[in-house]
T-cell receptor, first 111, second 108 residues
């Protein structure tokens, strides 16, 4: 998607290993978000950032941490991956209170 | 109770039909209401947004918000096979809350 890229697009990892997903934007938007999408649950907010080094927890933050050292990059780390964290992860950006632009997603499988 | 409830469908309609997609929400403080469209294996894309109550029209799409009943609707006129996707309602503004999405199939 224009202006926002996620990497990797697909990843298979083993239970107990740390995993880092990357979101990169070229829009210079202030707000960045990490959501996970699961059948029956829709999109649920994991963590969000409202500026460099300013982050906060969302609805489902347990087992996840984030970092934002530059405006353009927002990293999501699964500290010790579990099978329940198998999901599709979406990064989103916004300049204001509404109207997110989403990345293409990362499909993560924890085996 | 989820903050935003949405029937997951699937909803299957013939080409040219009028489609009605609906959501309910629980927090009366919400002011921004959005509809996103998500094609298979893609990220959601913003389709429409409204602020507070009322209607907003964009081509074949009309978004409607009734704050008195906490009801959000999206109408699609003259539906096309290319409209086949999952439609997610959303509200809450900053830290947007999403419905689970309704899968729509438009048959040619």
């Amino acid at each position: 998607d224009a202006g926002i890229t996620q990497s990797p697009r697909h990843k298979v990892t083993e239970t107990g290993t740390p995993v880092t997903l990357r979101c990169h934007q070229t829009e210079n938007h202030r707000y960045m978000y990490w959501y996970r999408q699961d059948p029956g649950h829709g999109l649920r907010l994991i963590h969000y950032s409202y500026g460099v080094k300013d982050t906060d927890k969302g609805e489902v933050s347990d087992g996840y941490s984030v970092s934002r050292s530059k405006t353009e990059d927002f990293l999501l780390t699964l500290e010790s991956a579990t099978s329940s964290q198998t999901s599709v992860y979406f990064c989103a950006i916004s300049e204001g209170e509404y109207g997110y632009t989403f990345g293409s997603g990362t499909r993560l499988t924890v085996v | 109770q989820k903050e935003v409830e949405q029937d997951p469908g699937p909803l299957s309609v013939p080409e040219g039909a009028i489609v009605s997609l609906n959501c309910t929400y629980s927090n009366s403080a919400f002011q921004y209401f959005m509809w996103y469209r998500q094609y298979s294996r893609k990220g959601p894309e913003l389709l429409m947004y409204t602020y507070s109550s009322g209607n907003k029209e964009d081509g074949r799409f009309t978004a409607q918000v009734d704050k008195s009943s906490k009801y959000i609707s999206l109408f699609i006129r003259d539906s096309q096979p290319s409209d086949s996707a999952t439609y997610l309602c959303a509200t809450g503004g900053f830290k947007t809350i999403f419905g689970a999405g309704t899968r729509l199939f438009v048959k040619a």
